[in-house]
């Protein structure tokens, strides 16, 4: 018996996809910054510093605005899934929600 978990899967993909986003947003900001801050610096060295941490920003936010439309490929993918499963099968689906509205009926009105 093989057992796979997609959801999972796409779950841990997910958050891995929210950290190196995380990342690129703070590279990105770091490296403005950085790039601020070394203005005044007219030598070679630094002009062609500024020119490398320039380009390699750039790259770092458009893969940023990639990830971005990935994740939300990514959900409008889980909801037309989760629209397809519901139309398949519509009575389970409607028997989950009444028994979830139960149970939230239920702890809401214990409190």
């Given at each position: 018996m093989e057992t796979n978990f997609p959801a999972m899967e796409n779950s841990h993909s997910r958050l891995a996809r929210e950290r190196v986003m995380a990342d690129l947003?703070?590279?990105?900001?770091?490296?403005e910054d950085l790039l601020k801050a070394t203005a005044?610096?007219?030598?070679?060295?630094?002009?062609?510093?500024?020119?490398?941490?320039?380009a390699a920003l750039e790259r770092a936010k458009s893969t940023y605005a990639d990830l971005q439309e990935q994740g939300i490929a990514s959900a409008?993918?889980?909801?037309?899934?989760?629209?397809?499963?519901?139309?398949?099968?519509?009575y389970e689906?409607?028997?989950i929600a009444f028994g979830l509205g139960i149970l939230i009926g239920a702890l809401?009105?214990?409190?």
């Open positions: 947003k703070a590279l990105a900001s770091d490296a005044g610096d007219v030598s070679d060295k630094a002009k062609e510093a500024r020119a490398r941490v320039t409008k993918a889980a909801v037309k899934q989760a629209d397809d499963t519901i139309r398949a099968h519509p689906s409607i028997g809401l009105r214990r409190k």
